[in-house]
């Protein structure tokens, strides 16, 4: 059975630049157009993604990304709860990662994700989830 497919923000921002493996983000998207297979972002990993843009090419284009971008995206965004905070910082507090890839991680661990990155950091949490390389 295959499992649900989480990106994290150098997914996303492989996808929308068509930077390497953008391919690979696509074809997720796709897949989950045609079934109820998911693919979810952390809300953290979806504002990561919204300030690299804000910084590179401002304030409009991030806008336009949250809408109509990710709106239009087959991806649902996971809220946290206090519960998952305390999970991600429990991540943080044992490896070396970013604390926003903390959430996705904890993300894939409690919703039975696999993590699609090309994000080389993730190669610290690689006995905790599943993850698919982008290349």
């Known amino acids: 059975m295959k499992k ?3 990106l994290d923000s150098f997914a996303l921002l492989a996808y929308l630049n068509e930077e390497d493996g953008f391919k690979k983000v696509r074809s997720a998207l796709a897949d989950a157009q045609k079934s109820n297979l998911s693919v979810i972002m ?5 504002g990561e ?12 284009q991030a806008e336009y990304f949250l809408s109509p971008v ?3 995206l087959p991806i649902s965004v996971i809220s946290n709860d206090f519960a998952a905070v305390i ?5 943080k507090a044992r490896h070396a990662l970013s604390f926003a890839d903390c959430f996705a991680v904890a993300t894939a661990q409690r919703e039975n994700a696999v ?3 090309g ?3 993730f190669k ?4 905790l989830v599943e993850i698919d390389w982008l290349t």
């Open 124 to 127: 610290n949490v690689a006995k």
């Open 119 to 121: 994000d080389p950091e």
């Open 87 to 91: 999970s991600a910082a429990k991540i």
């Open 42 to 46: 952390n809300e953290l990993n979806v």
């Open 70 to 72: 990710l709106a239009g």
């Open 4 to 6: 649900k497919r989480l």
């Open 49 to 60: 993604t919204y300030y690299i843009i804000h910084r590179k090419r401002g304030q409009e």
């Open 115 to 117: 993590i699609l990155t």
